[in-house]
């Protein structure tokens, strides 16, 4: 148990749709990062959010954009769904690794929400 | 960018004996190596991590060796039970948590 929570679990989704997808950080920890795992493969980084601001970019197109709140909770949001967008959404929370004092920058995943679009 | 290569996608070993998973990396300013654990349904965990500024890692059963000059690390796991099956990711990272996984090695442990 991580203490990473996400939403929804699972949903379904149409072409062309847009969709939110929520987590919620462990406490403590001030940094959120998203990654896309499609069925059978590695994750990969969509981008991380730092203090509010997107603090660095995989190589994902701009209809995937993302929030992160004062609480460090965080959302992402993916426009005009395609459907190669169908797959496992992974949240993971950490301290910053330039944060001062003890921080090994690991990260912590959330189960996931799962992304089938049709 | 960083690029993880990792191998081999499945193996299957019978309980007690060891299994072995090998990844390789491109970037030489990667300096931190996770590895995570994936069971079915649920998002990866973090098993054992290594430093760029150790060679070798251990906790338990499982070990990491590293090797930078050669760019490659290791995930040792002995004594293997069924309940290690599961797939297993090695990932890669300069930053320390923009991590590039490896593409996972399903891992079956016969009882």
């Known amino acids: 148990e991580t203490g990473v929570t996400q939403s929804p679990t699972h949903l379904i989704k149409t072409r062309g749709q847009q969709v939110t997808l929520r987590c919620s950080s462990q406490?403590?920890?001030?940094?959120v990062s998203w990654y896309q795992q499609a069925l059978g493969q590695g994750p990969q980084f969509i981008f991380q959010y730092y203090r509010e601001e997107e603090n660095g970019r995989g190589n994902f197109p701009p209809r995937f954009s993302g929030l992160q709140f004062p609480n460090y909770s965080s959302e992402l949001n993916v426009n005009a769904l395609e459907l190669d967008d169908s797959a496992l959404y992974l949240c993971a929370s950490s301290r910053n690794p330039r944060d001062p004092g003890r921080n090994t920058g690991e990260l912590f995943f959330g189960e996931g929400s799962r992304l089938t679009v049709l | 960018g960083e690029n993880v290569e990792q191998h081999p996608s499945t193996l299957s070993v019978q309980e007690g004996d060891s299994a072995v998973i090998k990844c390789t990396y491109s970037d030489s300013a990667s300096n931190y190596f996770p590895w995570y654990k994936q069971e079915l349904g649920k998002g990866p965990q973090l098993i054992i991590d290594?430093?760029?500024?150790?060679g070798e890692k251990k906790d338990q059963r499982i070990a990491v060796t590293l090797n930078k000059t050669a760019k490659h690390f290791s995930l040792h796991i002995t004594e293997t039970q069924p309940e290690d099956s599961a797939v297993y990711f090695c990932?890669?990272?300069?930053?320390?948590?923009?991590?590039?996984f490896g593409g996972g090695t399903r891992l079956m442990v016969k009882p």
């Open positions: 990932a890669a990272s300069e930053a320390g948590n923009m991590l590039t």
């Open positions: 290594i430093r760029s500024n150790v």
């Open positions: 406490s403590g920890h001030n940094t």
